[in-house]
């Protein structure tokens, strides 16, 4: 397990952006994927987008794709969340996570570290 600290949540309208950035401690940072994962009330947490350990590959929720994207800093420790043309339905409590793997996955049961989680609030 790694500590992970979220940032950059708040409150922005409908078609604006927020980026999220998401500090780990420790050195395993750049041997590990790194994913977000988002919940709203009353709904389980569901997968956002991850990417592998040196940034090579990404992947996305299709209810995300085209307008979300993952990028990492390895030097920093950093992992961001760049969002735009947000939409009333991306209101949640996002979540960065850490893999004990190289590649990342979809699945929640593949990450083994979590942060305490950002909100996020589209209004209209």
């Known amino acids: 397990q790694v500590p992970l600290v979220e940032s950059g949540g708040g409150l922005v309208q409908a078609g604006g952006s927020l980026r999220l950035s998401c500090v780990a401690s420790?050195?395993?940072?750049?041997?590990?994927?790194m994913g977000w994962f988002r919940q709203a009330p009353g709904k389980d947490r569901e997968f956002v987008a991850h990417i592998t350990w040196n940034g090579g590959s990404t992947n996305y929720a299709d209810s995300v794709k085209g307008r979300f994207t993952i990028s990492r800093d390895n030097a920093k420790n950093t992992v961001y969340l760049l969002m735009n043309n947000l939409d009333l339905e991306d209101t949640a409590v996002y979540y960065c996570s850490a893999s004990p793997f190289y590649v990342g996955s979809s699945s929640r049961a593949d990450f083994d570290s979590w942060g305490q989680g950002t909100q996020v609030t589209v209004s209209s």
């Open positions: 420790g050195p395993d940072f750049s041997r590990r994927a």
